[in-house]
């Protein structure tokens, strides 16, 4: 059965920290892992990460994937309370019609 | 540019009533199409994938169901509403062409209550 396992489920910290998110992945026939970024509604996306050791940023953000290890890292630096969200994790697989499996995220909240 | 929309945005429901949620694309053609589910302390779960025109296939058992009418239609149904149906009902898209590396993008969702 494929697995997507994001630590840590719930994170709180101050305005300005450094966080780093972690995704682990059990799936067969993998394609991509992706991140989006959940506040009230529907997930935005923020990366897609096929290659390992290939480290994709936009602005604070950035993220990256080892293959080998089975997992990826999302670290946002100098964090904002706008950063507060759920961060979720998926793998794209090719069967599924690359159907995303999702981890359960991981709940940031940053305080001012 | 490409958008989704879904419809509605919040739907309360009785037990065994029916349901029809719809979900379509503008700006692509032949996108794959997908509903995912987010329950209260779940992660969000394939529900259905469609890769063309009456093309469905199911991931998990349920009394729901899905069609595809049309090329950018996607259509989430059940005859009767069980109380475990409750949740965040989400479209997703993907260009079907090109890279098959392509992201998926989500619709604003619909959020159902069944009491």
């Known amino acids: 059965e494929d697995k997507v396992v994001q630590s840590p489920l719930s994170l709180v910290v101050h305005e300005g920290d450094t966080v780093t998110l972690n995704c682990s992945y059990e799936v067969t026939n993998f394609r991509s892992l992706l991140w989006y970024k959940q506040e009230k509604k529907a997930p935005t996306f923020l990366f897609m990460l096929t290659s390992s050791g290939i480290e994709k940023k936009s602005g604070r953000l950035s993220s990256i994937l080892d293959k080998k290890e089975l997992f990826s890292i999302l670290n946002i630096t100098a964090t904002q309370t706008g950063d507060s969200a759920i961060y979720l994790c998926a793998v794209a697989v090719t069967n599924s019609g690359y159907a995303l499996n999702f981890g359960k995220g991981t709940s940031l909240l940053v305080t001012p | 540019s490409q958008t989704i929309h879904q419809w509605p945005a919040t739907l309360v429901q009785p037990v065994g009533s029916p349901l029809s949620l719809e979900c379509t694309v503008e700006g692509t053609s032949n996108p794959n199409l997908y509903w995912y589910r987010q329950a209260a302390g779940r992660g969000l779960q394939l529900l259905f994938y469609?890769?063309?025109?009456?093309?469905i296939s199911s991931e998990v058992p349920q009394n729901l169901s899905a069609s595809r009418p049309q090329d950018r239609q996607f259509i989430l149904s059940s005859k009767k509403l069980l109380l475990s149906d409750s949740g965040f009902y989400l479209c997703?898209?993907?260009?079907?062409?090109?890279?098959?590396?392509?992201?998926?993008?989500f619709g604003p969702g619909t959020r159902l209550t069944v009491l």
């Open positions: 997703a898209w993907r260009a079907s062409g090109g890279a098959i590396n392509n992201e998926q993008f």
């Open positions: 469609s890769v063309g025109i009456g093309q």
